[in-house]
């Protein structure tokens, strides 16, 4: 009796595995909407907010909506004392990642409606998540420069917040609208890995909290979420933007990934990245001291200089990363400030995948040892 191999998708490549109404990335035209809107339309004419609310609710927010979302959103922002005395003994030498990871898991084990798989109950604990998320990567970032926390101030929107318990300031509107537009382009990007890891854990019918820290986990990685803070770390290695094409040269004899740059989906060029790089060059003509200059000159030769080599595009990492280390964050905050945007996207998709669910269980080809027999214990 002849068998036929069965096709293997290695890594679910081009594999469709069901079907979403949140967002489309359409890499054919380079586009991605989120409920029907272009994302670059809602990056430059709608609020974080805003966008969070159309993700959850399906339609963008009236005012009357909007100034409630608001409100509730406010009001959760601050931190128990047991999530603030439990943060405060984690390693310093951990990662701010693990940090984040931590206290999510933490938020659902003093949850008591933690297994609660309504939509209601859902809508609540993303609010929660979406509130707190920036209060506990704000502190964690203080602790490290060996400050107090600044508590949040419910008077400020979401990203101005941001800033406000990560320094003590809010800087000027056009950072806070960089940073803001960097938040909507991060929400939701369909069934990317850690959005796929979070419906994963979904579909065996357990909870919103272990579904989000499993995907904190799947983002941490440096080919996905990771890469934001691992491209900042490749131009500190470069240095001298003179550097570029040889370092270049060097790193891809060597079969180094290039962080920042190429996309499993997009293949001529991820939707993002014009609307990121143009809030970037915006922050960089802002500040025009010479490392600031030095900084984006090199940004700009390894764009170019990967162009020419591989004709490899860069993703919204590329241009991020550069955009959040301008913003004065620390390096390794970056993919936490990812997880604050794409709390959103996850938590949209673990209702999704609920209301229709189905148990995420792929075959595998089975490659080992012929069955055998299992021997007797020698001596
Ligand atoms: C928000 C996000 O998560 S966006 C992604 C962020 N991740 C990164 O920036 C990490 C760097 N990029 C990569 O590693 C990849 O482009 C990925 C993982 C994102 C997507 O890769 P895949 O779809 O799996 O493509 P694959 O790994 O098959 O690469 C195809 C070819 O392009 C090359 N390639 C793709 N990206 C890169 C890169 N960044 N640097 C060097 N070569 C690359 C591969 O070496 C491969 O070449 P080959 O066919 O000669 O072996
Ligand atoms: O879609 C992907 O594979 C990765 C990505 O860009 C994202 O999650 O924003």
Redesign the pocket.
Same mark, same amino acid.
């Given at each position: 009796m002849s068998t036929t191999a069965p096709a293997i998708h290695r %890594?679910l #490549?081009g594999v469709v595995v069901d079907t979403t109404e949140i967002s489309t990335v359409i890499p054919e035209t380079n586009s991605l909407t989120y409920r029907g809107y272009p994302v670059q339309d809602l990056a430059a004419h709608r609020s974080f907010e805003e966008v969070a609310y159309l993700l959850w609710y399906g339609e963008l927010p009236d005012a009357a909506q909007l100034r409630e979302f608001q409100a509730r959103e406010r009001a959760l922002r601050p931190l128990g004392r047991t999530t603030s005395e439990l943060l405060a003994r984690l390693p310093e030498t951990c990662h701010p990642m693990d940090v984040l990871r931590t206290a999510v898991s933490f938020f659902g084990a003093e949850d008591p409606t933690e297994d609660d798989g309504s939509p209601a109950a859902h809508r609540a604990k993303s609010l929660t998540l979406l509130a707190k998320l920036p209060t506990v990567v704000a502190a964690d970032q203080r602790r490290r420069r060996g400050l107090a926390p600044v508590p949040p101030d419910p008077g400020l929107g979401y990203a101005e917040n941001f800033f406000h318990m990560c320094f003590g300031s809010v800087p000027a509107p056009e950072v806070v609208r960089c940073f803001e537009t960097s938040l909507v382009l991060y929400a939701e &990007?369909s069934f @990317?890995a850690s959005t796929f890891t979070a419906r994963v854990v979904t579909s065996t019918l357990s909870d919103l909290y272990s579904a989000v820290t499993a995907a904190i986990g799947a983002l941490k990685g440096? /080919? &996905? =979420?990771g #890469?934001n803070e691992a491209v900042m770390h490749m131009l500190e290695e470069i240095g001298d933007p003179q550097r570029a094409a040889e370092w270049l040269d060097g790193a /891809?004899a060597a079969k180094r990934? !290039?962080? =920042?740059? %190429? &996309?499993?989906v997009y293949k001529h060029g991820d939707s993002r990245v014009p609307v990121m790089q143009e809030a970037l060059d915006r922050l960089v003509a802002r500040a025009a001291d010479p490392e600031t200059t030095r900084l984006a000159t090199l940004h700009t030769a390894l764009r170019n200089a990967m162009a020419g080599r591989?004709g !490899?595009h860069p @993703? /919204?990492?590329y241009p991020a990363g550069l955009a959040y280390h301008l913003m004065g964050f620390d390096t390794p905050v970056f993919t936490p400030v990812f997880v604050m945007s794409r709390i959103t996207g996850w938590t949209a998709h673990i209702t999704e995948q609920l209301a229709h669910n189905a148990l995420i269980r792929p075959l595998a080809s089975y490659a080992g040892p012929d069955q055998r027999a299992v021997p007797a214990m020698a001596g």
């Open positions: %890594g #490549a &990007h @990317n440096p /080919l &996905h =979420g #890469a /891809l990934r !290039i962080m =920042g740059f %190429g &996309h499993r591989k !490899i @993703n /919204l990492d």
